[in-house]
């Protein structure tokens, strides 16, 4: 999962596991291509050991930094948790929805019926883009700036496709 995502900066995290090697990716640059292995001080990285075409990438570098002021500045590791926390706890409500799981804002709605004339439904009349996860699993991946106001306007407009 991107960082802070899961409502801790890696998902590892809420388990207790401390990882010998992280790989991170995608998000690291917010869109600009860039990914990085992080190793465990147990491992001793030997200059030179590792050569590639695109070590080094100054751009990439910066935009990376970027990415990581940002997320510390707007609290968005904090945001996912408590955002993400609130719209669990709401959408749990809802006798329509089978289970909810997840962590932070990286949510799962499953039905017991097929779920794709609901996503149709919440993108045409509701301008709603979910995601999806097997046949009647709907995937929620929101920004990790989603507001509790915001997550307010989603909850309402999944209960009128619901009703």
Do not use: W
Request: glycine share 12%; net charge positive; proline share 4%.
């Amino acid at each position: 999962s991107g960082y802070g995502r899961s409502g801790k900066f890696f998902a590892h995290q809420h388990h207790g596991i401390k990882a010998d090697i992280i790989t991170v990716a995608k998000g690291i640059g917010n869109g600009f291509p860039m990914a990085g292995v992080l190793i465990s001080p147990m491992f001793v990285p030997v200059y030179g050991q590792l050569g590639t075409t695109f070590g080094g990438n100054h751009l990439a570098c910066s935009a990376a930094l970027a990415v990581l002021d940002v997320m510390e500045q707007e609290n968005l590791v904090e945001n996912a948790a408590k955002v993400g926390a609130y719209l669990q706890q709401e959408l749990k409500r809802m006798p329509q929805i089978k289970d909810v799981r997840g962590l932070g804002l990286m949510i799962g709605l499953e039905f017991e019926a097929p779920i794709k004339e609901l996503r149709l439904r919440l993108l045409k009349e509701q301008h709603v883009f979910t995601g999806v996860s097997g046949t009647n699993v709907i995937r929620l991946l929101p920004p990790l700036c989603l507001s509790l106001k915001e997550a307010d306007i989603f909850l309402e407009r999944l209960r009128r496709v619901l009703e």
